[in-house]
Each structure stands twice: as structure tokens, then as C-alpha cells.
């Protein structure tokens, strides 16, 4: 595992990119790519009714914390391994084990619960349409890797295009909800194939005019190494299905007390809140390395300062946001929705709020996963998700759509706030630690494994049992 990978197979490293081209990149892709998933909705309400958004609002409710506990921040990990010790393949293994074990457990659900055919149908079809999209991710990590946002980016952008395509065809020809999701799972198969697996999208000679072959981009099957990658990334799964469920909850509480169209026009709605999503998603990812560097060099200073800047674009998206909904949200609904959303509107602006809060949360929960206080997340997610069922469960049946947004506010106020406590407390221990053991015995290199899989107390403790000993 600790062998490096043989330079031939790797990319030729580019000239490193400033922050504002890796933004702009990010922004880009990921503007088409949360432009196509709100235009998803919006066809589905144009083309359809409530109850079928809904049951496609249910069907990404359960999936999508599935997968994201089974993809275990793989991605995350690759990208780390700046000196890539570990190869790609047993990242892909892994994923494409991962993979076909969130679809089991996805069609256990389904079982588990007894849904209708209509709707099993659906939640595994968009189950499929997530699974493609999971080795994709595992593909673009490897192009993160080598500083390829850029080609990340057209990536994303096509295959934005061609889902929001295939749903269009596949619906309006037939009226039906699961060929229009299954439009989307062609459609992502296609950039799959075509585009994210081939050699000349990772800077490769072809060896195969077929499909790929190139041992670099090729699975790999070590058990040792394997181990050594789950039992690593194991917690990150866990802490990145709890933030999925946090969103996830209060869908699952609306389709149970109040019925699919509620859920329809509910997820319709919150999804208004899509443009500050990618804008606070984007920045987030082209600072991420820069705040873990700035904490694991003991430059708190700047690790403040990246952190200031991302809350203050929280607090101004979210501002916007409430303002917006507060002019013209019957009007907003209407036209990018039907009436039947817009006579709703008055959860719009609430929706907003959630989301200010949200982006302030987004932004520290990127400082603290930059500073390896996974554990700590995993605490305040599951206390926050435990809060969350209990209002939305005491809430839903009582106000309807308008106590699970109660519960989503009051979810992330103690997000929000947990999460400032987190970081104070985390960033006093480590100035502490810092000052007394400044030589950094025993921290392992930031491009292996080892660093990102631990807590940074770990090496701090070490440095100090160093110092001990000698």
C-alpha cells in the first residue's frame, strides 16, 4: 500500500491554479449541475402532477443517504494522497463494491416498507441513476487529483445536459414517470462511458479502442489495502450519510402523515434555494485544501480569515434568498413552477431562512472536516438528526408542511451553533498543543493515508509522548 504508483501512469501535474480559477471552475460545473437538477423538478412539475414529484422526491430521500454513507468520501481520500501511495484502482474497487451494496440495501427498503410497485420502481431507478453517478465521482476525483477541474466541469455540464434531456423525452413521450428517470440513468451512462473512463479524458495513451484498459485507470484487489481504505474512511461515511439524513427526514415524515403531492410541492419549493447551494458548495470545495493546510501548518490566523470570508457569503446568500422570497415568491413559484405551488408561497421565504443558516453551517462544517473533526460531527449530526425526527414526528401531523420547516430551522440553528463550539474549543486545544510541542514529532506526511484518516489530537498526543520519552 505505501508502494507509489509508477509515474507513467500518472498525469502530468499542470501548473497549479489560483483560487479564483479553481472557483470559477467549480462554479461552473456545479451551476450547471444544480441548474439541471432544479430544472429536473421543473419539468416534472410543468409535464406532471404534485404526486409524482413527490414519489421523485422520495426516491432521492432514500437514496442518496444511502450512497452517501457507501461512497465513504473515497474522493476526499484520493485527492489527499497528493504523492499517490495508494493507486487508484483499489479506490475504484472499493467504490464499485460499495456501489453494488447501496443498491441492495436501497431494494431492501423498498421491500422492507412496501411500497407500491409505481413507487418501488422509481426509488430503484433513481438508486441506478445515483450508482452511476457514484463511479463517475470516483473518475473526477482522480482528475481533482491532478488539478483537472476544468475537465471535471465539462463533465459535469454535459452530463447536466443530456439528464435534464433524457427526463424531458422520456416523460412527455410517455406520460411516465419511471422512463423519464430512467432518460436520466442513460444519460449518465452515456458520459460514464464516452467520457469520464476514457484515457484521453485523464491525459492517457489509449491502449484500447474499445473500452478502457490502461492499468492506471483499471481496479485493483488487494485485501490489506482494501481494509486499510475502509477502515480509514469508514467514519466519514457515516458522518456524511448523517448530514445527507439531515435534509432527508422531514420528506420522509411529510410522504407518511400528509401523502406524495405534499411531498411534491414541499421539495419543489425548498428547492428554490438552489442558486446559494452551488454558489456556498463551490467555494467551499476550492478552499477546502487551503483551510486544511492553514490548520495542519498551525496558520490559525488564515484558517480564520478563509473561514470569515465563507460564513460572510453564507450570511449575504441567505439575506438575498429571504428578500427575494419575500418580494416575489408567489410570482417565482408561478412561473418556474404551477399555481398549485405558488398557493404554497408563504414557505418560501421561511425555506430561505433554513437556508442562511444552512450555508453558515455548509461553511463550518467544511472548517471542521479541513481539521479532521470527524467524531465531533458525527456527535453533533446524530444529537441534530435525533432533533429533527422528534419535532418533525411531533410537527408534521400538526402543522403540516409548515412544522417541518420549524423543524429544519431549528435543526440547523443547533447545527450552527454546536458547530462554532466544535471549532473554538477544537482550535483552543490545538493552539495549546502547538505551543508546547512545536517540533511536530511523528505527524505523518499530508499526502498519505495515515494524516487524513486521524483526528488531529492524534498527532498532537503523539508529538507530546515524544517529547516524554526522549
Known amino acids: ?50 404526486e409524482l414529484v413527490g414519489q421523485y422526491a422520495l426516491g432521492v ?14 474522493r476526499l481520500a484520493l485527492v489527499s494522497d497528493v504523492q499517490e501511495q495508494t493507486h487508484f484502482g483499489h479506490y475504484l474497487s ?10 441492495l440495501i436501497i431494494f431492501a427498503i423498498t421491500r422492507v416498507v412496501g411500497y407500491s410497485r409505481q413507487l418501488s420502481t422509481v426509488i430503484l431507478l433513481v438508486g441506478v441513476a445515483q450508482a452511476i453517478e457514484a463511479i463517475s465521482d470516483m473518475f473526477h476525483g482522480r482528475l481533482q487529483q491532478h488539478d483537472r477541474l476544468d475537465w471535471i466541469s465539462k463533465s459535469l455540464m454535459a452530463r447536466s445536459g443530456l439528464s435534464a434531456l433524457g427526463l424531458t423525452v422520456g416523460v412527455y413521450l410517455t406520460s411516465d414517470l419511471r422512463w423519464g428517470i430512467a432518460g436520466i440513468v442513460f444519460a449518465r451512462a452515456i458520459m460514464l462511458l464516452c467520457y469520464d473512463i476514457r484515457e484521453r479524458t485523464h491525459g492517457l495513451v489509449a491502449q484500447s479502442k474499445w473500452f478502457f ?40 415524515f411529510i410522504e407518511h402523515a400528509l401523502g406524495e403531492r405534499s411531498l411534491g410541492i414541499f421539495s419543489a419549493i425548498a428547492s428554490m434555494r438552489a442558486a446559494g447551494d452551488l454558489v456556498a458548495s463551490s467555494l467551499g470545495l476550492a478552499v ?139 482550535m483552543r486545544q490545538h493552539a495549546r498543543i502547538s505551543q508546547q510541542a512545536p517540533e511536530h514529532y511523528g505527524i505523518p506526511d499530508q499526502g498519505s493515508l495515515e494524516y ?17 520519552d526522549e
Request: hydrophobic share 50%.
Open 1 to 50: 500500500m505505501k508502494a507509489k504508483a509508477p509515474t507513467p501512469l500518472a498525469m502530468q501535474p499542470p501548473e497549479r491554479s489560483s483560487l479564483r480559477a479553481d472557483f470559477s471552475w467549480s462554479l461552473l460545473g456545479n451551476a450547471v449541475y444544480a441548474g439541471s437538477q432544479l430544472a429536473i423538478l421543473m419539468l416534472l412539475a410543468k409535464l406532471t402532477h404534485p
Open 61 to 74: 430521500a432514500i437514496a442518496v443517504p444511502v450512497f452517501w454513507m457507501a461512497n465513504l468520501q473515497l
Open 94 to 103: 472499493i467504490r464499485l463494491l460499495t456501489t453494488g451494496l447501496a443498491l
Open 213 to 252: 484498459r490502461h492499468e492506471a485507470l483499471m481496479p485493483r484487489w488487494n485485501p490489506r489495502t482494501q481494509g486499510e481504505l475502509l477502515s480509514c474512511n469508514f467514519r466519514l461515511g457515516i458522518l456524511w450519510a448523517l448530514v445527507s439524513l439531515n435534509t432527508a427526514l422531514p420528506r420522509y
Open 288 to 426: 477546502f485544501s487551503r483551510l486544511a493546510r492553514a490548520y495542519a501548518t498551525e496558520n490559525l490566523t488564515k484558517f480564520r480569515s478563509l473561514l470569515s470570508k465563507l460564513l460572510i457569503v453564507g450570511v449575504a446568500l441567505g439575506t438575498c434568498g429571504v428578500a427575494v422570497a419575500c418580494v416575489a415568491g408567489r410570482e417565482i413559484l408561478t412561473l418556474l413552477l404551477r399555481p398549485e405551488y405558488a398557493n404554497r408561497a408563504e414557505l418560501l421565504p421561511w425555506l430561505m431562512v433554513v437556508a442562511g443558516f444552512g450555508y453558515m453551517a455548509m461553511s463550518l462544517g467544511t472548517a471542521m472536516t479541513a481539521a479532521k473533526y470527524y467524531d465531533s460531527q458525527i456527535v453533533l449530526f446524530t444529537l441534530t438528526n435525533v432533533g429533527v425526527a422528534a419535532l418533525s414526528y411531533i410537527l408534521v401531523p400538526w402543522r403540516g408542511l409548515m412544522g417541518a420547516v420549524i423543524a429544519m430551522l431549528v435543526g440547523t440553528i443547533l447545527q450552527v451553533t454546536g458547530s462554532v463550539v466544535i471549532l473554538v474549543m477544537g
Open 452 to 468: 487524513w484518516s486521524k483526528p488531529s489530537w492524534a498527532y498532537a498526543t503523539r508529538t507530546l509522548q515524544s517529547k516524554g
